[in-house]
Structures are given as structure tokens and as C-alpha cells.
């Protein structure tokens, strides 16, 4: 067996007369070597993106001192079109309302809007929502980082809302008659009612915290609805106030 003397102290080794060529070799390799490696998957381009940019710019241009900046910034990152049927998803960032099955719409962006700048949503807040509808009232809210719990009377649009939600892991929903309101839950800083109540129901007043505030349409089918808010204050008084005249579906009764 060949052994080779240890190196005198100071004394650089003399490197093996192969040893430059090998290297020379490997640099010649390694541009084919870094092609093999797999390539790091860039997030898929959202199509819609501009469209949903140019569509909260429109809701700013109205100068609405009633449309806060921070619902126009969450709706401007929310993807209504996944919230919308398939064949309408061209049409998602249009100003109004979209048929979603059973008789329901999707709101209209502009009352979305305003009903989320009226609920005034925050982190760590509990927000009840009647209607769940086809999810995006709640994703809307549920980016702001509340607990938030919706309710859907109508099982098929729960069921196929669900899956919709399960980005926003804080959005909790189930099948049931809102007019009730979720109590297990309750009580609520907000509550947010989607369809239009012939009178504002006791119950959902009932699990409204002191201090909070309920966001609601009232009014008959064939008769005027008004977009209301009422607010319980720390003592327990409620009182109500109108903001506008709108346009909803009725609230579903399962009775």
C-alpha cells in the first residue's frame, strides 16, 4: 500500500495533476445539471384581476362617504367570480346583482359594499350573517379576520358554499332559519342579514352584543324595503336608523 508523508507545517500540498481537468469537467456539467432541477411553480395568473380592480376604482369614483376604504380594499382582493355560477363568471365584476339558482342573487357590489362599511367588521370580532347565498358576503367579512357565522335556509346553495369558504378557515357555516339566529354563538358585535325581513326579528336583535350592530333590508316583496341599521348601546336600548331604499330577495321562513 502507498502512504503519503503528512505535509510539512506551512508546506501547501501539492494537488494531483488530474485535478484541474476534473474541475474544468464539473463546470462544463453544471448548466446541464441546474436544467434537470424542477422548477419552482409560479401561482397561476388571476384572469380576473383587472376587472375586479376596475371595478372597486368605479365604487371609489361615486366618493360614497358611506363605502369605507377598507371594504373597498378587501373586495378588491376577494375573487367574486368563484362565488358566481361558471357560466356568469365574465359578468362577476359588473355593478349588480347575479342570479345564483333557487330564486337567490349574489348582492350587487355596491351593497356589499355598503352593508360591510355599515357592519364595520374587525379581527377577533363574532359576525353573524343570515343568508349565506352562494359565500361571498361572508368571504368579504370573513377577510377582515372575524369569527364569522352564516346561515343558509336553502340546503343546495349551503352545500355548494361551503367548499367555496374553506379559504377562509374563520367562516363557519350550517342549514338553517336565520330568523332565529345562530345562539349557540351569540353574542354578536355584528349582524349582517342578506335578504329582506318583514320586520326586524326579535331573536336576531336578542343576540346582538351591547355596543353592536345589526345591518338589515326590511320590508314586504311588492311593497318599499329600507336598508336599516340598528344598534343596541351598552345599556341595551336599541334604536334604528335608514340608510337607503333597496331591492332584495325575502327572507326565506322554514314555517
Known sequence: MRTLAPPVAGERPTPHPRAP?????LLALLPALLLTLPATAEPPADPYAAQRHALVDALREEHDPRLSAQALAVMEQV???LFVPEDQRDE??????????????ISQPYIVALMTSLARPARDQRILEIGTGSGYQAAVLGAFGAQVYSMEIIEPLARAAAPRL???PNVHTRVGDGYY???EHAPFDAIVVTAAAGSVPPPLVAQLKPGGRMVIPVGGSFFTQVLMVVEKDASGLVSARQIAPVRFVPLTRSD
Open 92 to 105: 362577476a365584476y359588473e355593478n349588480r346583482p347575479l342570479g345564483i339558482g333557487y330564486g337567490q342573487t
Open 181 to 183: 339566529g345562530w345562539p
Open 79 to 81: 375573487p367574486r367570480h
Open 21 to 25: 481537468a476534473r474541475r474544468a469537467a
Open 166 to 168: 374553506q379559504a377562509w
